[in-house]
């Protein structure tokens, strides 16, 4: 075996030695050139054989208008021999400035895009148009978008150098729908944000459903449709339990039997009683004026929180009812 | 590189929502429509919007393409770097190779690299039995080459024919027949086409690297002489020996079909047993068994291989062969008229003619015929490259032809149709012919027929040459910039080519550029390019920075001589050089390096011109110092130069010397002048 790759090995020196006779002419001098321990032990007059010479670097024969992605196609370390910029990069000594990009190992560290400049992402687009469709006539603004097509699926791909093509990260699925957009009334509304927790955001209106429990993406996409179906047909559902429903799970304030409630309307039927009125309605009383004003306030103040706004209506709401002013 | 993430948005309708009414989602099926990237756009018709109504939203019909289409894309967006070594090499000052040897010699370190490697997997294979690729990649997993199956049976004959082990395979054979048990016919059949393709010798691991060097020589020594060929033959190549072990096992063979009998005349004629061949094929017939158009190919090189014919008698055959052939309703292939083609070159005169009717033939038929054959065709027409015959214009129809095609590999020597046209341009001196091959090889992919290293570097050469010679210098300089040596790396001769072309064309400041160049791939050492170089320099007078230019390239010359004094036991110094290089200097006004040179003339032993003295009696003049006029007069009388007495007129007539000097002087002419008295009086007499 190991004979058979010896032979094979130097039946690939002959390859070498067989010059054409068209080839370049090898002067015995070149020969010497390259280091070899005959010549160094013939000729005690050198000191030590000839080092090859490093070339000039190939910035010096480029022209000001080259092609510039043809010199970096692809993504490519930088090499500091074919990038004609005088680039300096690294912490200085003192008085010194930063080291010069010859060897400049953090120049080799950082990503560089020297492969995407404008003029060449201006060629790809141009050689990808003709892979593209044309974008459909009727969905020119985004909310004909929203409107034809209210889910977005957000999936992820990626590439890297290595042997391997696969991924796990790429299982990874992301639904989004805004709820304006589903057919749900109050009571499913508020089921499904019971139902979906943390996946709903409430100042953008959207639920957000991200699945990787699957090992493919394929599955993963058919999951979070699933998963959307299951909660709307759900939500529209209402399950004997949900009448249990107490004040501690209302996700809103509501004055409709609430304590505040009962307690303006003993607070008026006392100034009522104070006043010898006694043949009051409990309804006329909930209808006036004042009382919606006092509801609406009190209403905003438990549901958007204690700010400028909401506490001054309180304070004319209740001047107002108790005939304050 | 990091890993990019490409993120895709997808939008499209959802089916849970029913109740949007009046809008009708397109078909956003993924019905394949297999749009391969050939440049044509062909997005099927989709349904036009309606534009009156209620509009419809129309998806368009999704595009597939193949896997590499959308890098094709992006490919075509680039072109060569013309600064750049090609993309094998380290992209490295130091790593870059400097010359055609050293560009072979890191490619095949390169390969034997990766054979080493290769041999170490394929020797310890159970260290590499991990396999992280996916999908999985065949060809890193450890090869076996060691047969399974060990008992005395047909299977383990067919793995070890499969395995191409020529000699187990026909032990296994011998003991199968001992043991009485019978071969099968396709199974025997499979192991002749073992024997014949290697001609009964194990193949050894470079067997197809060896081959193709093989037949490249075959080929020039063929082309030189037939006889050399024949020698050329028994030195390289596997010659069929008699009794080997398929003729033994062809012989024991209990039913023969015409596959058998086809096998063993290609294999006779590969390994240049062409009697054999001819006898066999005779004994084929007589059984009544027809022919393959493979061994119909085999057959035509056999006869026309066989020596001690003439041309005719051998074309008379061929045709004959083409009878039987037609009478068996066998069709020729591309390889046969290629075969034909390439027996015909040898005929030269006699050859022409049937070679035309051979290509007329090929296309009524049909075949298409292949670079391989225009080469052909170039070689039986353009082999006489004297003058004095008319040449012939074939290569103009066969350029007309084929401008514009792109072509497939469909023949071995496909790759030697370039390299001939281009010689044929470069005898022809066309330029603008030649203007159309290097357009053929550019067209699609017809780059790869360009063939190996030493085929590209001759088409390069000529064609550069070419283009000095008749071209521009603009146009030239241009075309040097983009090939040099990026493409390939020139001759000494090729170099000389544009010296002349910028001589021709008055563009001398060009010349320091070119020698800056040339020293980076490997001409440092080039005597006849240098003295060349300081001829053109030194011939006339230029404009002071010209002068200073050539001057620093003179110095950067005479160092590189002094470089290749001191590795050389004997030192050699053309004269010419010599005087180039002081007179260089001294126009440039460095006149302490050009006395410098005058001693070195001493001392390698080289006399000075005429002119260069006169050139120093000049700068001597110009600098008024009679001492240097001495000096130059005394060099002068050293080497007894004819011009002596001349510069010693000159030193006394122009400059203020005292006495001592005027009879050193005068001694000298007087020795010169006695001679030449000497020689006066003998002629009297």
Same mark, same amino acid.
């Given at each position: 075996?190991?004979?058979?790759?010896?032979?094979?090995?130097?039946?690939?020196?002959?390859?070498?030695?067989?010059?054409?006779?068209?080839?370049?002419?090898?002067?015995?001098?070149?020969?010497?050139?390259?280091?070899?321990?005959?010549?160094?032990?013939?000729?005690?007059?050198?000191?030590?054989?000839?080092?090859?010479?490093?070339?000039?670097?190939?910035?010096?024969?480029?022209?000001?208008?080259?092609?510039?992605?043809?010199?970096?196609?692809?993504?490519?370390?930088?090499?500091?021999?074919?990038?004609?910029?005088?680039?300096?990069?690294?912490?200085?000594?003192?008085?010194?400035?930063?080291?010069?990009?010859?060897?400049?190992?953090?120049?080799?560290?950082?990503?560089?895009?020297?492969?995407?400049?404008?003029?060449?992402?201006?060629?790809?687009?141009?050689?990808?148009?003709?892979?593209?469709?044309?974008?459909?006539?009727?969905?020119?603004?985004?909310?004909?978008?929203?409107?034809?097509?209210?889910?977005?699926?957000?999936?992820?791909?990626?590439?890297?150098?290595?042997?391997?093509?696969?991924?796990?990260?790429?299982?990874?699925?992301? $639904?989004?729908?805004?709820?304006?957009?589903?057919?749900?009334?109050?009571?499913?509304?508020?089921?499904?944000?019971? $139902?979906?927790?943390?996946?709903?955001?409430?100042?953008?209106?959207?639920?957000?459903?991200?699945?990787?429990?699957?090992? $493919?993406?394929?599955?993963?996409?058919?999951?979070?449709?699933?998963?959307?179906?299951?909660?709307?047909?759900?939500?529209?559902?209402?399950?004997?339990?949900?009448?249990?429903?107490?004040?501690?799970?209302?996700?809103?304030?509501?004055?409709?039997?609430?304590?505040?409630?009962?307690?303006?309307?003993?607070?008026?039927?006392?100034?009522?009683?104070?006043?010898?009125?006694?043949?009051?309605?409990?309804?006329?009383?909930?209808?006036?004026?004042?009382?919606?004003?006092?509801?609406?306030?009190?209403?905003?103040?438990?549901?958007?929180?204690?700010?400028?706004?909401?506490?001054?209506?309180?304070?004319?709401?209740?001047?107002?009812? $108790?005939?304050?002013? | 590189?990091?890993?990019?993430?490409?993120?895709?948005?997808?939008?499209?309708?959802?089916?849970?929502?029913?109740?949007?009414?009046?809008? &009708?989602?397109?078909?956003?099926?993924?019905?394949?429509?297999?749009?391969?990237?050939?440049?044509?756009?062909?997005?099927?018709?989709?349904?036009?919007?309606?534009?009156?109504?209620?509009?419809?939203?129309?998806?368009?019909?999704?595009?597939?393409?193949?896997?590499?289409?959308?890098?094709?894309?992006?490919?075509?967006?680039?072109?060569?770097?013309?600064?750049?070594?090609?993309?094998?090499?380290?992209? +490295?000052?130091?790593?870059?190779?400097?010359?055609?040897?050293?560009?072979?010699?890191?490619?095949?370190?390169?390969?034997?690299?990766?054979?080493?490697?290769?041999?170490?997997?394929?020797?310890?294979?159970?260290?590499?039995?991990?396999?992280?690729?996916?999908?999985?990649?065949?060809?890193?997993?450890?090869?076996?080459?060691?047969?399974?199956?060990? +008992?005395?049976?047909?299977?383990?004959?067919?793995? &070890?024919?499969?395995?191409?082990?020529?000699?187990?395979?026909?032990?296994?054979?011998?003991?199968?027949?001992?043991?009485?048990?019978?071969?099968?016919?396709?199974?025997?059949?499979?192991?002749?086409?073992?024997?014949?393709?290697?001609?009964?010798?194990?193949?050894?691991?470079?067997?197809?690297?060896?081959?193709?060097?093989?037949?490249?020589?075959?080929?020039?020594?063929?082309?030189?002489?037939?006889?050399?060929?024949?020698?050329?033959?028994?030195?390289?190549?596997?010659?069929?020996?008699?009794?080997?072990?398929?003729?033994?096992?062809?012989?024991?063979?209990?039913?023969?079909?015409?596959?058998?009998?086809?096998?063993?005349?290609?294999?006779?004629?590969?390994?240049?047993?062409?009697?054999?061949?001819?006898?066999?094929?005779?004994?084929?017939?007589?059984?009544?068994?027809?022919?393959?158009?493979?061994?119909?190919?085999?057959?035509?090189?056999?006869?026309?291989?066989?020596?001690?014919?003439?041309?005719?008698?051998?074309?008379?055959?061929?045709?004959?062969?083409?009878?039987?052939?037609?009478?068996?309703?066998?069709?020729?292939?591309?390889?046969?008229?290629?075969?034909?083609?390439?027996?015909?070159?040898?005929?030269?005169?006699?050859?022409?003619?049937?070679?035309?009717?051979?290509?007329?033939?090929?296309?009524?038929?049909?075949?298409?015929?292949?670079?391989?054959?225009?080469?052909?065709?170039?070689?039986?027409?353009?082999?006489?490259?004297?003058?004095?015959?008319?040449?012939?214009?074939?290569?103009? @129809?066969?350029?007309?032809?084929?401008? =514009?095609?792109?072509?497939?590999?469909? @023949?071995?020597?496909?790759?030697?149709?370039?390299?001939?046209?281009?010689?044929?341009?470069?005898?022809?001196?066309?330029?603008?012919?030649?203007?159309?091959?290097?357009?053929?090889?550019?067209?699609?992919?017809?780059?790869?027929?360009?063939?190996?290293?030493?085929?590209?570097?001759?088409?390069?050469?000529?064609?550069?040459?070419?283009?000095?010679?008749?071209?521009?210098? @603009?146009?030239?300089?241009?075309?040097?910039?983009?090939?040099?040596?990026?493409?390939?790396?020139?001759?000494?001769?090729?170099?000389?080519?544009?010296?002349?072309?910028?001589?021709?064309?008055?563009?001398?400041?060009?010349?320091?550029?070119?020698?800056?160049?040339?020293?980076?791939?490997?001409?440092?050492?080039?005597?006849?390019?240098?003295?060349?170089?300081?001829?053109?320099?030194?011939?006339?007078?230029?404009?002071?920075?010209?002068?200073?230019?050539?001057?620093?390239?003179?110095?950067?010359?005479?160092?590189?001589?002094?470089?290749?004094?001191? &590795?050389?036991?004997?030192?050699?110094?053309?004269?010419?050089?010599?005087?180039?290089?002081?007179?260089?200097?001294?126009?440039? =006004?460095?006149?302490?390096?050009?006395?410098?040179?005058?001693?070195?003339?001493?001392?390698?032993?080289?006399?000075?011109?005429?002119?260069?003295?006169?050139?120093?009696? +000049?700068?001597?003049?110009?600098?008024?110092?009679?001492?240097?006029?001495?000096?130059?007069?005394?060099?002068?009388?050293?080497?007894?130069?004819?011009?002596?007495?001349?510069?010693?007129?000159?030193?006394?007539?122009?400059?203020?010397?005292?006495?001592?000097?005027?009879?050193?002087?005068?001694?000298?002419?007087?020795?010169?002048?006695?001679?030449?008295?000497?020689?006066?009086?003998?002629?009297?007499?």
């Amino acid at each position: 075996m190991a004979a058979a790759a010896l032979s094979a090995w130097l039946t690939l020196q002959p390859g070498t030695r067989t010059l054409r006779a068209f080839c370049t002419s090898v002067s015995p001098a070149t020969r010497s050139a390259i280091p070899s321990p005959r010549t160094a032990a013939r000729t005690s007059r050198y000191e030590r054989p000839l080092r090859r010479k490093a070339l000039p670097p190939r910035t010096e024969k480029m022209t000001v208008d080259q092609d510039w992605p043809s010199v970096y196609p692809v993504a490519a370390p930088f090499k500091p021999s074919a990038v004609p910029l005088p680039i300096r990069m690294g912490y200085p000594v003192k008085r010194g400035v930063p080291m010069a990009k010859e060897g400049n190992l953090e120049l080799l560290k950082i990503p560089n895009f020297l492969h995407l400049t404008p003029v060449a992402i201006k060629k790809h687009c141009e050689a990808l148009k003709d892979f593209c469709t044309e974008w459909p006539a009727a969905l020119d603004s985004d909310e004909k978008c929203e409107k034809h097509f209210p889910i977005e699926v957000d999936t992820t791909d990626y590439v890297s150098a290595g042997p391997s093509i696969r991924n796990p990260k790429a299982r990874v699925v992301t $639904l989004r729908v805004k709820l304006s957009s589903l057919n749900l009334d109050d009571h499913a509304k508020k089921k499904l944000i019971k $139902l979906v927790g943390e996946r709903y955001c409430k100042t953008t209106d959207v639920l957000t459903i991200k699945t990787d429990r699957c090992p $493919l993406k394929r599955q993963n996409y058919d999951y979070a449709l699933y998963l959307l179906t299951v909660l709307y047909h759900e939500s529209w559902k209402t399950e004997e339990w949900e009448k249990d429903k107490t004040e501690a799970d209302m996700e809103e304030y509501v004055w409709n039997n609430s304590s505040s409630e009962k307690n303006i309307l003993e607070t008026l039927l006392q100034i009522k009683a104070a006043e010898k009125n006694l043949d009051v309605n409990k309804e006329e009383l909930l209808a006036t004026k004042e009382v919606e004003e006092y509801k609406k306030s009190v209403v905003s103040l438990k549901n958007e929180g204690d700010n400028e706004n909401t506490l001054s209506q309180y304070k004319e709401s209740v001047k107002k009812l $108790l005939n304050l002013m | 590189m990091a890993a990019v993430a490409a993120r895709r948005w997808l939008r499209f309708r959802c089916k849970v929502c029913l109740t949007l009414t009046g809008q &009708r989602a397109g078909p956003c099926g993924q019905v394949p429509n297999c749009r391969f990237y050939s440049g044509s756009a062909t997005v099927p018709k989709v349904e036009g919007p309606n534009v009156t109504g209620i509009e419809e939203v129309v998806i368009p019909k999704k595009k597939t393409w193949d896997k590499v289409a959308v890098l094709q894309a992006l490919a075509s967006t680039v072109n060569r770097d013309t600064t750049a070594a090609p993309y094998a090499f380290q992209d +490295d000052p130091y790593l870059i190779p400097t010359s055609s040897l050293e560009s072979r010699s890191f490619l095949l370190a390169k390969k034997s690299g990766e054979n080493a490697a290769k041999y170490i997997i394929n020797s310890h294979p159970k260290y590499f039995q991990k396999d992280i690729a996916e999908p999985h990649i065949p060809c890193l997993m450890p090869e076996y080459f060691e047969p399974q199956i060990e +008992d005395v049976s047909e299977a383990a004959l067919r793995e &070890r024919i499969k395995l191409k082990k020529v000699k187990a395979s026909v032990d296994m054979f011998d003991q199968l027949l001992q043991a009485g048990t019978t071969v099968s016919l396709e199974t025997s059949n499979s192991l002749l086409d073992l024997l014949c393709y290697y001609g009964d010798k194990e193949p050894s691991t470079d067997y197809h690297f060896q081959q193709s060097e093989k037949s490249e020589e075959l080929e020039e020594a063929a082309e030189e002489n037939n006889e050399k060929s024949k020698k050329a033959n028994h030195q390289f190549g596997n010659l069929w020996r008699p009794k080997n072990n398929a003729e033994r096992i062809f012989a024991l063979m209990p039913e023969k079909n015409s596959h058998s009998y086809c096998t063993m005349i290609r294999g006779m004629v590969k390994h240049r047993a062409l009697v054999q061949a001819l006898n066999l094929y005779t004994e084929l017939l007589n059984n009544r068994l027809h022919a393959d158009v493979y061994t119909f190919n085999a057959l035509i090189e056999a006869t026309a291989l066989s020596a001690r014919e003439k041309p005719e008698d051998k074309w008379n055959n061929i045709l004959e062969l083409l009878k039987q052939m037609a009478a068996q309703k066998v069709k020729p292939n591309l390889q046969t008229f290629n075969t034909i083609l390439k027996c015909l070159r040898r005929f030269h005169a006699f050859g022409k003619m049937p070679a035309l009717q051979t290509f007329r033939e090929m296309k009524a038929i049909g075949i298409e015929p292949s670079l391989a054959t225009y080469h052909y065709l170039i070689q039986l027409f353009y082999y006489h490259e004297n003058h004095s015959k008319g040449s012939s214009l074939i290569i103009y @129809d066969i350029m007309n032809e084929l401008t =514009g095609r792109k072509f497939s590999p469909r @023949d071995p020597d496909d790759d030697m149709f370039f390299q001939s046209a281009m010689r044929v341009c470069s005898f022809l001196r066309d330029l603008e012919l030649a203007y159309q091959v290097h357009g053929l090889l550019n067209t699609g992919d017809n780059w790869k027929f360009i063939g190996p290293d030493h085929r590209r570097n001759f088409y390069y050469s000529k064609f550069f040459s070419l283009l000095c010679l008749m071209e521009q210098i @603009d146009v030239t300089l241009k075309w040097y910039k983009d090939l040099i040596p990026s493409v390939f790396f020139p001759r000494s001769q090729t170099l000389i080519d544009l010296l002349q072309a910028l001589d021709v064309a008055n563009r001398l400041e060009v010349i320091p550029q070119i020698w800056k160049d040339s020293k980076e791939y490997g001409h440092t050492f080039h005597n006849d390019l240098k003295e060349e170089i300081l001829m053109l320099m030194a011939r006339d007078q230029h404009p002071p920075e010209l002068q200073v230019a050539f001057a620093d390239c003179a110095a950067d010359i005479k160092s590189t001589y002094e470089s290749q004094d001191g &590795r050389q036991a004997a030192p050699e110094w053309p004269a010419n050089s010599l005087n180039s290089i002081a007179v260089l200097f001294l126009r440039a =006004g460095r006149t302490q390096e050009a006395w410098k040179m005058l001693g070195l003339f001493k001392k390698h032993n080289k006399i000075p011109g005429n002119k260069l003295l006169n050139e120093f009696m +000049d700068s001597a003049k110009a600098s008024s110092s009679p001492a240097q006029a001495i000096e130059i007069v005394k060099l002068a009388g050293a080497f007894s130069l004819p011009i002596c007495e001349d510069l010693a007129r000159r030193v006394m007539a122009n400059f203020a010397i005292s006495q001592e000097q005027k009879e050193a002087l005068g001694n000298l002419t007087s020795l010169t002048s006695d001679s030449d008295s000497d020689s006066d009086t003998s002629e009297d007499k």
